[in-house]
């Protein structure tokens, strides 16, 4: 679920300054190098706090699982980009979102079974 968190953070902020312009000194970089950083450290605490029940040692291998996730999606929204544009980055938040729904319904079966 925490790389769904940190995903969905990285693409909604890429969403949102599509239309910046772009280049390595422009304001778009600066954003999308801090929803880069915002993106990663909300996959790791939203991990940490989730997994937080069976340990810390446990937690923080979850949390740097979750932000190897992260990082993923935030390698996946360049070529998203590239061939779809904004609908591409939109499209890989909804499948961050996606993944965040489908955890939450795991751990509440998960809760319920024990």
Do not use: E, Q, W, Y
Not at 50 to 71: N, T
Request: proline share 4%; charged share 10%.
């Amino acid at each position: 679920m925490g790389s769904g968190v940190g995903g969905a953070v990285l693409c909604a902020a890429l969403a949102f300054v599509h239309d910046m312009p772009r280049g390595p000194d422009s304001p778009m970089a600066n954003t999308v190098i801090g929803a880069a950083v915002a993106g990663l450290g909300a996959a790791a605490m939203a991990a940490f706090v989730l997994a937080r029940a069976v340990g810390v040692f446990k937690a923080c291998m979850a949390a740097m699982v979750a932000v190897a996730g992260a990082a993923l999606v935030g390698v996946l929204t360049v070529p998203a980009d590239v061939a779809a544009g904004r609908a591409g980055v939109v499209t890989l938040l909804g499948v961050s979102l996606a993944i965040i729904g489908l955890g939450f319904r795991v751990r509440r079966r998960a809760l319920a079974a024990a």
